[in-house]
């Protein structure tokens, strides 16, 4: 009899238990650490000794001969690697990340080939890791297994080697969206209130509570006495929290805003407060966010996370109720603007996916979505400033004073500069007083009043709005307002049978709009009157028909935004004409038109960018390139379209876009360390941008942590657009000139196909020059 084989403690051999190879991190990691059989195992490197050498970078030993189908040894089991994750990691930067930038991507120099050693040899064999994609692979999983205290690990090699596709949805599904999550409330305040957009060297977090809810204000106050290390400020907001002058007071003393809470009961059995959880953008922006959350909600749905979802409506709703409107963002200095409205839309969306069985609560918690959105319609989209009584048309006109506070430091520079010198003053020193009103400037009052507009039009920057956006009737808002028409009269006949009384007070917005009916201070209040849906299909019709008589061109078979003050359409060609296709405000014969005559304007190798290089304009030292214009593309943009497309019987064409999008995301991830950006030069395939304000979502070291918001969305919700036939290409980096190759929608204008590279590492090292 054979004598039993004598192990260490606490031993689990690989052989032993089975792992679920593409499980998150926490659960692959997470376990008890795992060793191999071996009959060498008192020798293996876990006991000190480690017999591989590894390639060397400076010489010709790291060159290994091309393998071939007959050097391999039949595999009778998935190969798995025994890995020292501190001394791999030290190894694997030291040798590959030649930029230093703790990134594995295709423009380091590294021989891009290593040598670990399989757990079935306890590390005496080796097989060679090869390429960007694998390597970026093991510095990630190294990064995660040190996340979950693993000083060596059983590394499976299906993990190095997984299907790109399948990859980076299960990081956004698994992973991104709870990196990316966000509560306020004592647990969850630390990480919330910090904000890379402040500016005023204050690093105290404070908190402001708004006025009427003293529950939450003392809440607060208990938290600030309890965790005196976080030096929390609690402060309560007048019962008019946007007035103009109060917000600019608020810039040097920026804050948090508090959002819906929820009572739970606490250790001591008492009631209690909790934040609701929400998903914020990502990098910079490390808050709520108006039209990222409606983007993020839909990768949410997709993502089984409907409970997270319906948790951003609460607080949107929670932000109509107290602030007035659904905030840019929820930070103080963002108090006076909102941003393109979607709540209708990501409400009714919601409400199809909850559970059937509490078909009432889900209706109560659907009327007040619904009521929120109808108050926030009269009180902010259709009442001055922002609507236009004479064209019935709405505007991004926000109030305000001074300049946004939230921008950096040097972003006015060049606006600020000749106004200095007019004043002899330094810069800095006449923003104070242009901010304390002590100089009064109206030509820089107005360019303001302009820039608000293109903040809260969620397009910043853009030459399409620069120095007109508070006087246009986009598009864009037209056709979400129009959604919101039709998504609240059809609310109201299918789920609240045509008879909706609403509980909060406000005046309600003449119909139909004039300069007369304006002008007459009398207005009806919002509970005198029971809302049906015949009224809000009015409101839709009327907004089509204003649609088609300003904005629609039938000569150029394109939508335009039309100013209000010049009464005339401005020829900027804008992808955002193909939101009413989403909204469903285009006619057949419009669709048809659109899709003939013009997607082809937009459509590039990476999807569709912002706007028309002809519309954009030369770009040269003293008129620089805008993010929202051409050459980049944005997740907004795409999901609309795709939708819309889809919703006019345009699948076809859909699905080719979705592909674009997706394999220029697909190739970023694989070549560049698992990146996901918040937008890309969809004309390059590269994120390596140098608009305005650079890229989000890139800096990170060794691992991908969360991602960007709406870019993670666009990616799961893309994936639904494509046949397996489809995402397989894409998980094999198939060009989509390759893949649309027999196709006739093969890209054939000028400025997409002359002397564009397309080679991976030549469009990096092409990019990295420009910077």
């Given amino acids: 009899m054979a004598p039993a084989l004598a192990t260490p403690a606490g031993v689990v051999f690989v052989d032993d238990h089975e792992r679920i190879i593409h499980s998150d991190a926490s659960a692959y990691y997470g376990g008890k650490e795992t060793y191999s059989r071996s009959r060498t195992y008192s020798n293996s490197h876990i006991h000190g000794y480690d017999p591989k050498r590894r390639p060397m970078f400076q010489n010709d030993s790291h060159f290994r ?134 500016r005023t060297g204050r690093i105290n977090p404070r908190i402001y509570v708004p006025h009427g809810e003293p529950a939450m204000a003392e809440y607060y106050r208990q938290v600030a006495k309890e965790k005196p290390h976080l030096r929390l400020e609690v402060e309560v907001l007048p019962p008019k929290c946007d007035d103009a002058a109060f917000v600019k007071s608020l810039n040097n003393k920026p804050g948090i805003l508090a959002l819906a809470m929820k009572e739970k009961e606490g250790r001591d059995g008492k009631k209690t407060l909790q934040g609701i959880p929400f998903v914020v953008p990502g990098a910079r922006f490390n808050e709520l966010y108006n039209w990222d959350s409606y983007f993020i909600s839909l990768g949410l ?44 839309d990501m409400a009714l969306q919601i409400f199809n996916q909850l559970d059937r069985n509490n078909m009432e609560e889900n209706k109560k918690w659907l009327k007040r979505a619904i009521q929120a959105a109808i108050k926030e319609y009269h009180t902010v989209w259709v009442a001055e400033p922002r609507m236009d009584p004479k064209t019935g048309l709405s505007r991004y006109r926000p109030d305000g004073l001074g300049i946004p506070p939230e921008t950096e430091a040097t972003h006015f520079t060049h606006i600020l500069e000749p106004y200095a010198t007019k004043h002899k003053m330094s810069i800095l020193e006449f923003t104070e007083k242009y901010n304390d009103g002590v100089l009064k400037e109206p030509k820089l009052d107005e360019y303001f009043l302009h820039d608000r507009a293109v903040r809260e039009s969620g397009h910043d920057t853009t030459y399409r709005f620069e120095k007109r956006c508070a006087n246009l009737a986009t598009v864009d808002l037209q056709a979400l307002l129009y959604k919101y028409e039709v998504d609240i009269g059809t609310a109201i006949r299918d789920v609240f049978d045509d008879h909706l009384e609403l509980d909060e007070e406000f005046p309600l917005a003449p119909f139909p709009p004039s300069p007369e009916s304006y002008a007459s201070k009398t207005r009806v209040k919002s509970t005198e009157r029971v809302q049906t849906s015949a009224e809000w299909f009015d409101r839709a019709d009327f907004r089509q028909e204003r649609i088609d008589k300003y904005l629609w061109s039938e000569s150029k078979s394109l939508y335009f935004d039309y100013d209000t003050v010049k009464e005339s359409q401005i020829l900027y060609e804008s992808v955002t004409a193909f939101w009413t296709l989403w909204a469903g405000c285009a006619s057949e014969e419009q669709c048809w038109k659109l899709v003939s005559n013009s997607l082809h304007k937009f459509e590039v190798l990476g999807g569709l960018v912002s706007g028309t290089e002809e519309s954009r304009g030369q770009i040269s030292l003293d008129r620089p390139n805008r993010q929202w214009d051409y050459p980049y593309a944005w997740p907004p943009h795409q999901i609309m379209t795709w939708v819309g497309l889809e919703r006019y019987g345009y699948l076809e064409e859909a699905q080719r876009l979705a592909y674009r999008f997706l394999y220029m995301m697909t190739t970023a991830f694989v070549d560049f360390n698992g990146v996901v950006p918040e937008k890309f030069d969809a004309v390059k395939l590269s994120h390596l941008v140098d608009a305005e304000y650079g890229n989000q979502g890139i800096d990170f070291k060794m691992v991908p942590r969360e991602g960007f918001g709406w870019m993670n969305a666009a990616y799961q919700v893309g994936l639904t657009f494509l046949t397996n036939h489809m995402r397989r290409a894409v998980s094999a980096c198939t060009s989509p000139e390759v893949f649309f190759r027999n196709s006739s929608h093969t890209l054939t204008t000028t400025n997409q196909t002359t002397n564009v590279v397309t080679d991976p590492l030549g469009l990096a090292m092409e990019s990295l020059s420009l910077s």
């Fill in 65 to 198: 001969p091309r393998r071939m189908s007959h050097d391999e040894k039949a595999v009778t089991a998935p190969r798995r690697f025994l890995i020292d994750v501190d001394e791999t990691i030290r190894l694997v930067l030291e040798q590959e990340d030649t930029d230093g930038d703790f990134q594995i991507s295709i423009t380091d120099a590294g021989p891009k080939l290593m040598a670990l050693g399989t757990a079935t040899s306890n590390g005496f064999k080796t097989f060679d890791i090869r390429g960007t994609y694998m390597l970026s692979n093991l510095l990630q999983e190294l990064a995660l297994a040190r996340d979950h205290g693993r000083q060596r690990i059983v590394l499976d090699e299906a993990r190095l080697t997984e299907n790109p596709v399948d990859r980076l949805s299960r990081m956004i599904k698994h992973s991104f969206w709870n990196s990316l999550t966000r509560r306020i409330d004592g647990d969850g305040l630390e990480i919330i209130c910090a904000d890379p957009k402040n």
């Fill in 301 to 344: 749905l997709v993502d089984g996370q409907v409970e997270m979802a319906k948790g951003m409506v609460d607080h949107f709703v929670f932000e109509i109720k107290h602030y007035g409107k659904i905030l840019n963002g929820s930070r103080s200095y963002y108090l006076c603007r909102t941003q393109p409205p979607f709540l209708t």
